[in-house]
């Protein structure tokens, strides 16, 4: 595919112009603090950009203000006393070092232990972390699709999860396969929920428009507010950069 990377300046906000074999402008406002992105059509102008650029402003500074309001994890070092989001409560996390497999089990409302073999690197614990998280996620969501396919109207996707920087949840028409955030695992399950449902209503309207949050609207009236309160929760700590 063809792409080709310049930036231009709008209304005093830099953006990453991205020109590349696509047939839809698509524009982005990305973390930790708001940069914009544009990716557009290779025969796009520079006016064309700029004037698509520049009507949506009052957006773009809407969405700004959100990154820089929201709070931020510190970088975790996978060591006993640290705490770890799951499920949208925080547990303190405990590390055993023990021969045999490595396991995360909560031993309660406030603890997560985590047992892994002596020398084990925070590196390699974090992964025995990120594992769990999946498996998680991995149990939870084929009951949510068992339960929504069926009131959204649509046949049941093939799924995935991976680490996203900029979505919660994505869907290919192309490919008929939606992909979940592995952060999720983290988050409320009322949020897991809204975004599978916001998922399978793109299975049946693959853009925002009125008559996809008509469909949402009707399915999950109070999804509005889950959107929020995912917002507002703190970003993971990620290296940004790449």
């Excluded at 524009?27 to 950009?49: C, F, K, M, S």
């Excluded at 499920?87 to 590390?95: D, H």
């Excluded at 232990?113 to 390699?124: D, H, K, L, Y």
């Excluded at 949510?144 to 093939?158: H, K, Q, S």
């Amino acid at each position: 595919m063809s792409t080709d990377q310049g930036r231009a300046t709008v209304g005093g906000t830099e953006v990453t112009v991205i020109r590349k074999d696509i047939k839809n402008l698509h524009l982005g406002v990305y973390p930790p603090d708001g940069h914009v992105r544009i990716a557009v059509p290779l025969a796009v102008t520079d006016e064309a950009v700029r004037a698509a650029v520049a009507s949506r402003l009052a957006w773009i500074r809407r969405q700004e203000a959100l990154f820089r309001r929201q709070a931020r994890e510190t970088v975790r070092e996978m060591v006993s006393g640290e705490t770890h989001w799951y499920a949208g409560r925080r547990y303190r996390l405990r590390v055993v070092y023990a021969s045999g497999r490595a396991r995360v089990t909560l031993t309660n409302r406030t603890t997560m232990e985590m047992r892994c073999p002596p020398g084990t690197s925070a590196e390699g614990r974090r992964h025995i972390l990120d594992l769990w998280y999946r498996r998680q996620l991995s149990a939870a969501i084929p009951a949510l699709l068992d339960a929504w396919c069926p009131r959204v109207g649509v046949e049941r996707p093939t799924w995935g999860l991976r680490r996203m920087k900029t979505k919660w949840g994505s869907y290919s028409e192309a490919t008929g396969r939606a992909w979940f955030n592995t952060e999720l695992a983290k988050k409320p399950p009322r949020a897991l929920e809204y975004v599978v449902v916001h998922e399978l209503t793109h299975v049946a309207v693959r853009r925002h428009s009125d008559w996809f949050l008509g469909l949402l609207d009707a399915q999950l009236p109070h999804w509005r507010l889950v959107r929020a309160e995912l917002g507002s929760l703190p970003l993971g700590n990620e290296d940004w950069r790449t």
